[in-house]
């Protein structure tokens, strides 16, 4: 129980140490023993060699990493040495090491390893001496070579067999024929950057027996002959080798098979021009083919026909001759009479004979070929295609767009039918204007017109022909709508702009000289306020203004417009709305209202002024000496006060309830008398009250 107590801690304290300890890798140098550069089956290491510090009494664990072109080698990490025994080629390559601890890791500089020498390859063969065709065993041996190796087995420069394999060793069946004598072989080895190859292997010559299969061409009656005449073929070989089943003998002319047979009967056929070149004779057994060749020359019996056709233009309705004719015979064969000649269209005869006569037309269209006939031979034409021209058709007449006064327009002209090329010519007055020839298919004369008036456009026709004067055709005279662009219109108000009154109807009328319909006019108010817009088929249109105000008062104008979009705009018209009837005369008697109003003010105050006078004259006195015992006078003196027509008399003072006359009155009164005039007012004399003075009233 103890021991595993203390077991424990001493494992215990011992993992805390590692765990505490630190590592610092300063370098790592990768050493190659004995050296970077050595001979083949040298014993090679290769020492990882760190330099790394740590925690004093510490013990660090070190992983060691090997890489051959930067491809990990190694299985077991925990040595410092990689050992290469006997080191092959294949070994060379570019070498690296790597130290891990820890989270740290180094790895050292890059070395390249070079092992020089490749194992020199060992030919070996079962047998030397062979027939052709035989296989052979060869066995080219590399031992102790490691690594892909790609073999090769050569004759001279003639590489024979190749073979890729992991193995040191490879062993090909090869077909040898008598040219093969002296073969050897070698290896490459394919490295990091380069590929390496050894020398070459022993030499080994072989005895190879040549089979006597070549096979002899003969040819009858000969080489040269003259179409019609007979061939045989025949192709020998040593009867030796003919009992063997697998042993044949073929006839080839060019890319063609004649025959597979050769071996058991001979070839015949009929000779055509077609027929001379090169026939060869082939013999084959197992994989080994001989062969002999032959140049035949077949001479033609005639030559080959030739199809003409006259005139090489013909329309409908003309009449045309077709020819077949032969130019070259071989005289010592044939004479021309000899040679039959037909003539088909579209593979029916026509006519036995080589000349055939027709009405060019619709039923005459089509293939023609001629063929010639003697002793067997026959040959025939390609096919000619003959197709009768056609008459040009009566042309017609099409515009391109709209046709507007005073601006250019296209005029088209196309016939239905017609053989190609076809000459239109545009005429106006039986004048001809302009030619054109028309020679692809769907393609109209196109002429550049203007007409100034609409009834120009009736003076235009078009001619086509296509064969002369005699096909000539006249189209009809154009017809199309003419557009005439609108005139400068016309802006009418009713009634008379100076005579508008408010709550009146206003009509605004546009009116033009001219113009093809319909006709787009627009109404405008101010600085261009479209108030109004109507198509009509007429020259003129109108727009109503209901009810009026003074804010209708302004400027108005019109455009017009048609199919020629060219727009035109008329004057500009000013409406004066004033007011209503009803409204002057109200005015004009309010106006009279308040000249009566200030006629009658006038008079009443003048009657107001008059009366007062007469009642200043009234109580007017004539200038006289005081006496004693006359009545008490009291005289108008700034002493005197009014109040509300009552007059108070204070002793000698009394007051009026009129108010103090303005400057005018004082003039007025002033002017009335003559010097100095000194008013007075008698009043009677009365008791007074001592004790209270009372007001009077005057009425």
Same mark, same amino acid.
């Not at 002899?216 to 073929?233: A, M």
């Not at 054109?436 to 120009?456: G, M, Q, R, W, Y």
């Not at 088929?537 to 804010?551: E, I």
């Given at each position: ?377 026959? #040959?025939?034409? @390609? ?6 021209? $056609?008459? !040009?058709? +009566? *042309?017609? /007449?099409? =515009? ?72 000539? #055709?006249?189209? @009809? ?6 557009? $005439?662009? !609108?005139? +400068? *219109?016309? /802006?009418? =108000? ?206």
């Amino acid at each position: 129980m103890w021991v595993k107590i203390v077991t424990f801690l001493l494992l215990f304290l011992f993992t805390s140490e590692e765990a505490c300890a630190e590592y610092v890798i300063k370098s790592v140098q990768l050493i190659i023993e004995p050296g970077n550069s050595v001979e083949r089956g040298t014993n090679v290491s290769l020492r990882c060699q760190a330099d790394v510090s740590h925690s004093l009494g510490s013990h660090p664990n070190y992983i060691y990493n090997f890489y051959k072109d930067f491809k990990l080698l190694n299985t077991d990490q925990t040595t410092d040495r990689l050992y290469i025994p006997d080191a092959r080629m294949a070994h060379s390559g570019t070498y690296k090491c790597e130290v891990v601890t820890k989270e740290q890791k180094m790895e050292s500089s890059v070395i390249d390893l070079t092992v020089k020498g490749l194992q020199t390859p060992v030919l070996t063969v079962k047998k030397r001496k062979l027939t052709e065709g035989d296989n052979v065993t060869a066995v080219c041996t590399a031992k102790g070579e490691i690594s892909s190796l790609t073999f090769f087995f050569s004759n001279g420069l003639q590489v024979l067999f190749t073979e890729k394999t992991e193995s040191y060793q490879v062993a090909p069946q090869l077909v040898l024929t008598k040219e093969a004598l002296n073969i050897f072989c070698f290896y490459c080895i394919t490295l990091y950057s380069s590929i390496k190859c050894s020398d070459n292997s022993n030499v080994i010559t072989l005895d190879i027996q040549e089979l006597e299969i070549t096979p002899n061409i003969t040819v009858n009656p000969s080489p040269n002959v003259v179409e019609g005449d007979l061939i045989i073929f025949k192709c020998i070989v040593n009867t030796t080798y003919q009992i063997n089943s697998d042993f044949k003998i073929l006839l080839i002319y060019g890319q063609t098979m004649l025959s597979l047979t050769m071996a058991q009967k001979d070839y015949y056929m009929s000779a055509k021009a077609s027929d001379s070149g090169e026939y060869e004779c082939i013999s084959r057994l197992g994989g080994v083919s001989k062969s002999s060749a032959m140049n035949i020359t077949v001479k033609e019996l005639f030559s080959m026909p030739a199809l003409s056709i006259h005139p090489a233009e013909v329309f409908e309705g003309e009449p045309f001759t077709i020819s077949c004719e032969i130019n070259n015979i071989s005289s010592e064969r044939i004479q021309k009479d000899e040679i039959r000649y037909s003539i088909f269209q579209d593979q029916t005869s026509v006519i036995n004979g080589s000349k055939y006569n027709g009405i060019a037309g619709k039923a005459s269209n089509g293939k023609y070929m001629c063929v010639a006939e003697a002793k067997g031979i026959i #040959k025939k034409t @390609e096919m000619d295609r003959f197709e009768a021209k $056609v008459l !040009v058709s +009566k *042309p017609e /007449l099409s =515009v391109d767009g709209p046709v507007i006064v005073n601006q250019s327009f296209l005029i088209h002209c196309h016939s239905t039918n017609g053989s190609l090329p076809i000459i239109y010519s545009l005429k106006r007055d039986n004048i001809t204007l302009n030619r054109t020839k028309v020679s692809n298919p769907h393609e109209k004369a196109c002429f550049l017109a203007l007409i100034t008036t609409p009834s120009d456009i009736n003076r235009y026709v078009c001619e086509a022909e296509n064969n002369g004067q005699v096909s000539s #055709k006249m189209s @009809e005279r154009l017809h199309v709508t003419v557009i $005439v662009p !609108v005139g +400068k *219109p016309l /802006l009418t =108000v009713i009634p008379v702009p100076g005579n508008i009154e408010e709550g009146s109807d206003v009509t605004l009328i546009c009116n033009i000289q001219k113009g093809s319909p319909p006709i787009n006019f627009t109404f405008y108010e101010g600085s261009g306020t479209e108030i109004h817009n109507t198509i009509v088929q007429s020259n003129s249109a109108s727009y109503d203004l209901t009810s009026v105000k003074r804010h209708h008062s302004g400027n108005y104008y019109c455009e017009a417009n048609n199919r020629a979009n060219t727009l035109i705009k008329s004057d500009t018209i000013t409406v004066e709305v004033s007011l209503a009837t009803w409204k002057k005369a109200l005015i004009a008697a309010f106006c009279m209202m308040l000249v009566v109003l200030l006629v009658l003010f006038i008079v009443k105050r003048y009657k107001a002024k008059r009366g007062k006078r007469e009642m200043a004259a009234k109580l007017s006195v004539k200038p006289a000496s005081p006496k004693s015992d006359d009545s008490l006078t009291l005289s108008l003196t700034h002493d005197t006060h009014y109040s509300d027509h009552t007059v108070v008399v204070n002793n000698t003072e009394s007051v009026w309830n009129e108010r103090p006359l303005d400057v005018a009155d004082q003039d007025s009164l002033g002017s009335t008398n003559e010097g100095d005039v000194e008013y007075t007012e008698v009043v009677h004399p009365q008791p007074i009250d001592p004790m209270r003075t009372r007001p009077v009233r005057i009425c």
